[in-house]
C-alpha cells in the first residue's frame, strides 16, 4: 500500500509572516554586522513582494513591517510624550585636567572600586526608543529633557534600529536611548545637491540628522539614509547592574552598539582611551565630538546621584576643534543663482573629521584681504563644530618671498561683465541676470523646485544637457518642449520626455504666489511672495508698483522694493513674462483664494495645539485668517481662546489654565464658523 505525504501548501499570509522574518533578518546582517548574505537587487525584491501582498491583505498590516521603513508622504504634526526618565545634558570638560576632578569625585563620593566605562560621544540628535513585547513602540527626541517629540515613523525609516528585536531575554518594557546619525558621506552627498539647488548648506551632520528627523514627511526621511548607535539602557528590569554588560546585551537583540566601548579601571587607561581615539576618529565614517565617561555599576550610578542639570557619574569630554595645516594652490570663483560670486580655495588634499578636504569657501573679498591670504600660502583649515570646511589662519612664516597677494576678481569668470558690489553687503555679484549662463541655468533649477514651479522629471543635470543642447535658455523655454526634441538626448525615452513634458504642463496650474517665487527675483522668497500676491493681486499692478507703493506692504522694505522694480524695468524679463503668459500661466491670484468669508473671529488671537481629526493644522490656520482671526504661537492674557486637538502640550494647557484662557475643541470651532454670516 503506497502512503502519499499531504503536501503543506504556503498560503499568502504564512508568506507575509515569511518575508517579514527574512527582512528583519537581512535588514540587521546589512546595517548591524555589515555582512549582507544577499543582493541589495534580491532584497528590494522580496521587500516588493511584501509590499504587494500588504497591500492585498491591509488586514494584516503591522506597524513593525519592514515595509515601514520607506516611510509615507503624508504629513503629520508630531505630539508630544513626557520621558519617563528625564534626558538630562551631560557636563562637559575641555581639559584632561577636569577629566582627573571628575575621576577624584567620583572616588572620594563611592569610597569602593568602581570601573569607568569609555565612549565615543557621537554628534547627532538624542534619541529615547521605548520597546514593548520585542516591538518598537514610540521613539521620541530630548525635546526640553522633560518631554520630547514624537518622531516614531520617521525613526522606522531608520534601518539600523530593529522595529522587531531578536534573540531572548529582554525585559517586556524598556527604554534605550541613542543617538540618530548622519554618516559622512551621507551628509557629503546631500550638502553637494543642496549647493547644485543654491539651497542652504547644512553646517555639519548633527544639524542635517536633526533637521531630516524633523521632517514632516518620512518619505524624505527614508531617503535620507541616517544610522544610529545606542548607548544607554533603562528599566525596572535590567539584565544586569553593569552598564556595559547591558550594551553587550542589547546587541544581542538587534541594536547597533559603538564597537569602541571601552572598560577602564585607572585614571590612566581613561586618558589612554582619549588620546587614541583624539587621532584615530578622524578616520570614522561618522562625526564625534568627544567621549563619554560613565560610571559602569548602575547601583553606583544611582548612588552619586544627579544635579538639577545632569549626571554626577559621568561627565563628557569634548575634543579640540580638528584643523590641519595644508597649501593654496589656487582660489577659483563660482558664480550662483542670484549672480553672487564665491571665491573657493583650492588645496592640496588633507584628511579632516574623516574626509579628504580640497576646498574650502572663502566666502567673499572681506575675508580674503583678513586672512592676508597670498599665492601659494601654508594655511589653516578647520572644521571644529562646522563641517563646512573653512581657512581660519595663515602660516606666514612659510610664505614664499615675493608671492602676490590674492586679489578678488573684477569681473565674472563665466560671461565677462563687470562685478558690482551693493552698499552694505560682502559679496560682490554679476549684474548679468539674463546673459550668464551659471544664472539662467541656476533660475531654471529654482522654477521647477518643488517650492516653486514643482516641475518633477528635471534636476540639475537633466537642466545642464538642456541648456547644452540648447533646448533651453530660459524658463519660458520649458513650454515649448516637445517629446521628439528630447527623445534625440541619450539616455531620454520617450516615457520619460512624455513625463516631463506633462509635469511642465501641470505647473500652468500653480497659484500666482508660487509663480512669483518661481521667477526667483532677488530677495523675494516663499513669504515675500505671497504677501505681494496679496497686496497687488496680479503681475500686471505689482510690475507697475512704485517704490513708495511697495513699501506700504507689511514687513517690505527699501530693499526688497528696489530689487522688484529694478526686476520688472528689465525689458528682457518684461519679455519673459509676456510668454509666460501665453503658456498659460496663473499670473494673478484666484479671486476667492484670499476673501474673508466673515469677521466671525475679527480681533481675535488664536492659539493652535494638538492633533486634529478634521482638517490639518496649517488648514485651520487658514480658516482663522478667513474669518477675520490672527494666529499666534503663544499663550498670554491676550489670547482668545486655544483651538486645541488630542495631546495638547501639557505646558500650554497648564498656561492657559493659570490665565483662565478657554479650550476650544475642533468641533466646537467648526460649529462657531458654520453658523457665522457672509461677509
Same mark, same amino acid.
Do not use: W
Given at each position: 500500500m503506497v502512503i502519499f505525504a499531504k503536501k503543506k501548501f504556503m498560503t499568502d499570509i504564512d508568506r507575509i509572516h515569511q518575508l517579514r522574518e527574512e527582512l528583519h533578518a537581512h535588514n540587521h546582517r546589512y546595517y548591524i554586522e555589515n555582512a549582507p548574505v544577499i543582493s541589495d537587487q534580491a532584497f528590494d525584491a522580496l521587500l516588493r513582494e511584501l509590499q504587494d501582498l500588504e497591500e492585498k491583505y491591509p488586514a494584516y498590516a503591522d506597524p513593525t513591517s519592514p515595509t515601514m521603513r520607506v516611510g509615507s508622504d503624508l504629513n503629520k504634526e508630531f505630539t508630544q510624550i513626557v520621558h519617563k526618565y528625564p534626558m538630562l545634558s551631560l557636563g562637559n570638560t575641555y581639559s584632561e585636567g577636569e577629566v582627573t576632578d571628575f575621576y577624584q569625585r567620583v572616588s572620594q563620593a563611592l569610597n569602593e572600586p568602581f570601573a569607568v566605562c569609555c565612549e565615543l560621544k557621537f554628534d547627532g540628535t538624542s534619541i529615547s526608543l521605548t520597546y514593548e513585547e520585542g516591538k518598537l513602540l514610540y521613539a521620541v527626541t530630548r525635546g526640553d529633557g522633560t518631554q520630547g517629540d514624537d518622531v516614531t515613523e520617521n525613526v522606522k525609516t531608520i534601518r539600523s534600529i530593529p522595529l522587531v528585536l531578536q534573540g531572548e531575554g529582554f525585559p517586556e518594557l524598556f527604554e534605550i536611548r541613542g543617538e540618530i546619525l548622519m554618516p559622512w558621506n551621507v551628509f557629503d552627498t546631500l550638502n553637494a545637491e543642496r549647493e547644485r539647488r543654491e539651497e542652504p548648506l547644512f553646517a555639519n551632520p548633527r544639524n542635517a540628522a536633526s533637521g531630516t528627523l524633523k521632517l514632516q514627511n518620512s518619505a524624505m526621511v527614508a531617503g535620507r539614509k541616517l544610522d544610529a548607535y545606542l548607548y544607554y539602557l533603562l528599566g525596572e528590569t535590567l539584565p544586569t547592574d553593569s552598564h556595559y554588560e547591558n550594551l553587550q546585551r542589547v546587541k544581542k537583540w538587534g541594536f547597533k552598539v559603538s564597537p569602541t566601548m571601552k572598560l577602564a579601571h585607572s585614571l590612566e587607561e581613561i586618558l589612554d582611551f582619549i588620546h587614541y581615539w583624539d587621532v584615530e576618529r578622524k578616520n570614522l565614517p561618522v562625526a564625534t565630538d568627544g567621549i563619554v565617561l560613565k560610571v559602569d555599576s548602575i547601583r553606583q550610578q544611582r548612588n552619586l546621584g544627579y544635579t538639577a542639570k545632569s549626571p554626577r557619574w559621568a561627565i563628557a569630554y569634548k575634543f579640540q576643534a580638528e584643523k590641519a595645516l595644508t597649501k593654496l594652490e589656487y582660489v577659483s570663483y563660482q558664480v550662483g543663482r542670484t549672480g553672487a560670486i564665491t571665491p573657493v580655495a583650492n588645496l592640496?588634499?588633507? *584628511?579632516?573629521?574623516?574626509?579628504?578636504? #580640497?576646498?574650502?569657501?572663502?566666502?567673499?573679498?572681506?575675508?580674503?584681504?583678513q586672512l592676508d591670504?597670498?599665492?601659494?600660502?601654508?594655511?589653516?583649515?578647520?572644521?571644529? $563644530?562646522? /563641517? /563646512?570646511?573653512?581657512?581660519?589662519?595663515?602660516?606666514?612664516?612659510?610664505?614664499?618671498? $615675493?608671492?602676490?597677494?590674492?586679489?578678488?576678481?573684477? +569681473?565674472?569668470?563665466?560671461?565677462?561683465?563687470?562685478?558690482?558690489?551693493?552698499?552694505?553687503?560682502?559679496? +560682490?555679484?554679476?549684474?548679468?541676470?539674463?546673459?550668464?549662463?551659471?544664472?539662467?541655468?541656476? #533660475?531654471?533649477? +529654482?522654477?521647477?523646485?518643488r517650492k516653486a514651479m514643482n516641475i518633477d522629471?528635471?534636476?540639475?543635470?537633466?537642466?545642464?544637457?538642456?541648456? *547644452?543642447?540648447?533646448?533651453?535658455?530660459?524658463?519660458?523655454?520649458?513650454?515649448?518642449?516637445?517629446?521628439?526634441?528630447?527623445?534625440?538626448?541619450?539616455?531620454? =525615452?520617450?516615457?520619460?520626455?512624455?513625463?516631463?513634458?506633462?509635469?511642465?504642463?501641470?505647473?500652468?496650474?500653480?497659484?500666482? %504666489?508660487?509663480?512669483?517665487?518661481?521667477? $526667483?527675483?532677488?530677495?523675494?522668497?516663499?513669504?515675500?511672495?505671497?504677501?505681494?500676491?496679496?497686496?497687488?493681486?496680479?503681475?500686471?499692478? &505689482?510690475?507697475?508698483?512704485?517704490?513708495?507703493?511697495? @513699501?506700504?506692504?507689511?514687513?517690505? =522694505?527699501?530693499?526688497?522694493?528696489?530689487?522688484?522694480?529694478?526686476?520688472?524695468?528689465?525689458?528682457?524679463?518684461?519679455?519673459? /513674462?509676456?510668454?509666460?503668459?501665453?503658456? $498659460? &500661466?496663473?499670473?494673478? @491670484?484666484?479671486?476667492? %483664494?484670499?476673501?474673508? &468669508?466673515?469677521?466671525?473671529?475679527?480681533? #481675535?488671537?488664536?492659539? /493652535?495645539?494638538?492633533?486634529?481629526?478634521?482638517?490639518?493644522?496649517?488648514?485651520?490656520?487658514?480658516?482663522?485668517?478667513?474669518?477675520? =482671526?490672527?494666529?499666534? =504661537?503663544?499663550?498670554?492674557?491676550?489670547?482668545?481662546?486655544? @483651538?486645541?486637538? %488630542?495631546?495638547?502640550?501639557?505646558?500650554? &494647557?497648564?498656561?492657559?489654565?493659570?490665565?483662565?484662557?478657554?479650550?476650544?475643541?475642533?468641533?466646537?470651532?467648526?460649529?462657531?464658523?458654520?453658523?457665522?454670516?457672509?461677509?
Open positions: 592640496q588634499p588633507v *584628511q579632516l573629521s574623516g574626509t579628504i578636504v #580640497k576646498r574650502a569657501s572663502l566666502h567673499n573679498a572681506d575675508i580674503i584681504a591670504l597670498h599665492e601659494g600660502d601654508m594655511v589653516y583649515v578647520e572644521k571644529g $563644530g562646522e /563641517i /563646512i570646511p573653512k581657512i581660519t589662519a595663515v602660516d606666514t612664516a612659510q610664505r614664499v618671498p $615675493g608671492s602676490a597677494a590674492v586679489q578678488f576678481i573684477s +569681473h565674472c569668470p563665466e560671461c565677462g561683465t563687470a562685478l558690482v558690489r551693493f552698499p552694505d553687503e560682502a559679496a +560682490h555679484y554679476c549684474p548679468n541676470d539674463t546673459g550668464c549662463p551659471p544664472q539662467l541655468k541656476g #533660475k531654471i533649477e +529654482h522654477f521647477i523646485s522629471g528635471l534636476g540639475p543635470e537633466t537642466v545642464d544637457r538642456f541648456f *547644452q543642447h540648447g533646448l533651453l535658455k530660459n524658463v519660458a523655454d520649458l513650454y515649448t518642449l516637445r517629446v521628439e526634441d528630447i527623445v534625440q538626448l541619450e539616455r531620454l =525615452g520617450e516615457k520619460t520626455a512624455e513625463n516631463i513634458v506633462k509635469s511642465v504642463m501641470h505647473s500652468t496650474e500653480v497659484p500666482f %504666489e508660487r509663480v512669483l517665487f518661481a521667477l $526667483g527675483i532677488r530677495f523675494v522668497g516663499e513669504t515675500v511672495a505671497k504677501k505681494l500676491a496679496v497686496a497687488f493681486k496680479d503681475i500686471e499692478k &505689482l510690475s507697475t508698483a512704485t517704490i513708495q507703493e511697495l @513699501l506700504e506692504v507689511n514687513e517690505i =522694505g527699501e530693499r526688497i522694493a528696489q530689487s522688484v522694480q529694478t526686476y520688472f524695468r528689465n525689458a528682457e524679463n518684461q519679455a519673459l /513674462i509676456e510668454r509666460l503668459r501665453m503658456a $498659460g &500661466l496663473q499670473l494673478a @491670484l484666484c479671486e476667492t %483664494e484670499y476673501m474673508p &468669508l466673515s469677521q466671525t473671529l475679527a480681533g #481675535k488671537s488664536i492659539v /493652535i495645539s494638538g492633533v486634529f481629526s478634521h482638517h490639518s493644522r496649517d488648514e485651520y490656520k487658514v480658516m482663522i485668517e478667513k474669518h477675520g =482671526g490672527k494666529n499666534i =504661537g503663544s499663550i498670554s492674557k491676550k489670547t482668545s481662546f486655544v @483651538l486645541a486637538g %488630542e495631546n495638547m502640550g501639557p505646558a500650554k &494647557l497648564e498656561k492657559a489654565t493659570s490665565l483662565g484662557v478657554a479650550i476650544v475643541n475642533e468641533d466646537e470651532f467648526l460649529q462657531m464658523l458654520s453658523t457665522t454670516e457672509e461677509v
